[in-house]
């Protein structure tokens, strides 16, 4: 399954659903218990990355959860996920680390058929994500729920979210206990491992 990780000041969500015609019986609904390792430098993964960290910094990100998607009576497919995630960078000059857990809940609220092969999810993620220097002293912490607007490409196969490719992402609200939305997170980069 491809998962979406949504950036709002808090780790990234996941989150798909897609549009099918109705049938006359719904489909039995997918079910993934998942796990993924993500490993590699910042600066090659994702050029222009904060520019002005002077040293490469290596992401590491483990996770997992259980996937589900599910058609509803209309038609539309809604996807939820729980998850496991701890993640970090690493200033691979010193080995100094700034890292996080998450655990929570992400999940499509409403879904929309663009009629151009793509569809438009209303998406919420809840649960804490908090944040650690490299002596393990908490040092940031998100809790509550964020919003945001996702489209998708169904790829013309609107049944199958495995080939699903992320279009956009626009953020929506926040509501609960949040400390890093107004935050740099490239000075915090350089703060916590320069």
């Known amino acids: 399954m491809n998962r979406i990780h949504i950036a709002a000041g ?11 015609p109705a049938p006359a019986f719904a489909a039995p609904p997918i ?20 520019p002005d960290v002077p040293f490469d910094v290596l992401y590491t990100e483990d996770a997992h ?3 589900r998607f599910v058609q509803h009576g209309d038609g539309n497919y809604y996807g939820a996920s729980s998850i496991m995630s701890n993640f970090s960078w ?6 100094k680390t700034y890292s996080a857990t998450r655990h929570g809940a992400d999940k499509d609220l409403l879904v929309t058929d663009n009629g151009d092969g793509t569809v438009t999810l209303e998406v919420q993620s809840t649960g804490p994500t908090t944040y650690y220097d490299d002596d393990g002293n908490r040092v940031l912490m998100d809790a509550g729920r964020a919003t945001g607007t996702v489209v998708i490409d169904t790829n013309g196969t609107p049944s199958d979210p495995s080939d699903d490719e992320f279009v956009s992402f626009l953020p929506g609200e926040l509501t609960g206990h949040f400390e890093t939305p107004d935050r740099d997170f490239c000075a915090d980069i350089m703060e916590f491992l320069g």
């Open 10 to 20: 808090i780790a990234a969500a996941s989150a798909l659903a897609l549009l099918a």
């Open 31 to 50: 079910i993934d218990h998942w796990s993924e390792h993500i490993e590699h430098i910042e600066q090659v993964e994702h050029p222009g990355w904060c």
């Open 65 to 67: 959860g259980t996937f």
């Open 90 to 95: 690493t200033n691979v000059e010193t080995g």
